[in-house]
């Protein structure tokens, strides 16, 4: 019963190229969320969005942007990939007004 | 958000309860308290949440103190599976910074054959 699903587990880019990070939820949650985590700094919050075509800057949202055309569906967009975009990167999603959040696998980018 | 703190590891035999706690001094009367839990390589996973009253679901208990300055998740039968880093998080449920969830550093629990 997966519920918040992220197209890849693992992937390696190269340098200066447009990376995209998908995040699907069935749960018709609301509001959808992209977290990087690196050892040491934890979880840090990049961009969320509250509705479609919604969004709002995270604590760490440079180099990125992010993509909300359905509900269901939230991509992370990294225009011009760098080494230090290297991570793991985790979409959650969760309803209107509180209760858990239901995160994904996350996806282990790799910047060559 | 308020901040928490937790200790930065634990252990706890196999079959024990483990009593992980958690240190909230600045939360104000908005604010619920939240756990998570992330097993190694996987996204974190919810717990359970709670305001005032003690809470259980079929995962753990939550137990609030009465001035919510800190709380403590119960696990009452670890097993190996239960290893995993446990995120203590305040946040609001509505309203301006509603849709933040901050992480710290939480704890790293063992669970111990």
């Known amino acids: 019963d997966v519920k918040v699903t992220q197209s890849s587990r693992y992937l390696v880019k190269r340098t200066g190229e447009k990376v995209f990070l998908e995040c699907v939820q069935d749960?018709?949650?609301?509001?959808m969320f992209w977290y990087r985590q690196d050892p040491g700094l934890g979880l840090r919050l990049i961009y969320f969005s509250y509705d479609v075509k919604m969004k709002e800057k995270g604590d760490i949202p440079e180099g990125y942007s992010v993509s909300r055309e359905k509900k269901e569906r939230f991509s992370l967009i990294l225009e011009s990939a760098s080494t230090n975009q290297t991570s793991m990167y985790l979409c959650a999603s969760s309803l209107e007004g509180g209760g858990g959040y239901t995160f994904g696998s996350g996806t282990r980018l790799t910047v060559v | 958000d308020a901040k928490t703190t937790q200790p930065t590891s634990m252990d706890c035999a196999e079959g024990r309860a483990a009593n992980l706690p958690c240190n909230h001094s600045t939360i104000s009367g908005n604010e619920y308290v939240y756990w998570y839990r992330q097993i190694h390589s996987q996204g974190p996973q919810y717990i359970i949440h709670?305001?005032?009253n003690n809470e259980t679901n079929e995962m753990a208990s939550l137990i609030i103190t009465e001035d919510r300055k800190s709380s403590t998740l119960i696990l009452p039968h670890a097993t190996l599976r239960d290893t995993a880093v446990y995120y203590c998080?305040?946040?609001?449920?509505?309203?301006?910074?509603?849709?933040?969830?901050?992480f710290g550093k939480g704890t790293k629990l063992s669970v111990i054959p």
């Open positions: 749960m018709d949650h609301e509001n």
């Open positions: 709670g305001l005032k």
């Open positions: 998080i305040v946040r609001v449920v509505s309203g301006a910074g509603s849709y933040q969830l901050t």
